[in-house]
């Protein structure tokens, strides 16, 4: 459904207000470029047309979307009718925090009210606690973390944080995760102690040896502009996902053509990420 008007302001406040969790005169100043005034009146007009979906926060200066916010665009998600909300429910790139990336997804559904706390959680230090299945354990569990980033990999977004019951920093998976609940309890540790986040890894990718030589040339073509590798650079924790990605070999003997057509060629300075023991 196409918007304008007040109602495709009422969109861009809105998605601000969803997937952020809360929405401020400064935000839309930075993120539209607006007068004081104009944002001012942006939010009013966003007020009067949904009535019930922010409370004001006089401490953090906000104003914070509500449980009812969440429950209607949840509603509106399901019924599947085009509607302003719908529009709402959009991601899109946002610039006031830094643990976000690549906001755009079609496959996997990831509901705004998680989203939002796991941005929250970020952007004001705190924990999160949730419900989670994971493929080893599919049973709903309890995890609670200190998340420092959203990552999208693919089709699916992750959390990468520090989990308390592992005592480790993990990725979970967002469409997995269920009864999110911002806690009060502040976040001590940082991005800058995950020590596999914070190392950079220069990851060679070339074409597959056991490709023929003309082979091998289409794929250089076709992903290094016709050079004889491409070096990415990634992060160790990101690796795994980055080779997930590509169906790049890691282990060339095993893993041949045609199902495969490119290789990682420095494994040895990958392996520990990719293998950990």
Known sequence: MSVDGREARNVRVGRILLWEGRVRRSRLIDEYGLSPIRASEWLRDFRESYPGWTNWDPKLKAYVATFSAYAEAEEVSDSMQPSPITAMLTPYAFSEQGGQTSLSWNFVHTSPHTFSRLNLAIADRRRVRFQYCSMNNPEPHERTIEPHS????????????????????????????????????????????????????????????????????????????????????????????????????????????????????????????????
């Open 150 to 277: 959203i990552i999208k990999t693919g089709r699916r977004w992750h959390v990468r944080g520090f989990c308390v019951e592992r005592m480790d920093f993990r990725d979970f998976v967002l469409g997995r995760m269920s009864k999110v609940k911002l806690l009060p309890d502040v976040s001590t540790i940082d991005a800058a102690s995950d020590i596999a986040w914070s190392t950079l890894l220069s990851v060679r990718i070339v074409a597959h040896p056991k490709l023929s030589p003309a082979q091998q040339m289409v794929v250089r073509n076709e992903y290094f502009k016709g050079t004889s590798a491409r070096v990415e650079s990634c992060r160790a924790a990101l690796l795994p996902y980055l080779v997930q990605e590509l169906m790049a070999a890691t282990d060339v003997d095993r893993q041949t053509p045609p199902d495969f057509q490119l290789a990682i060629e420095n494994m040895e300075e990958c392996r520990r990420w990719l293998f950990p023991t």
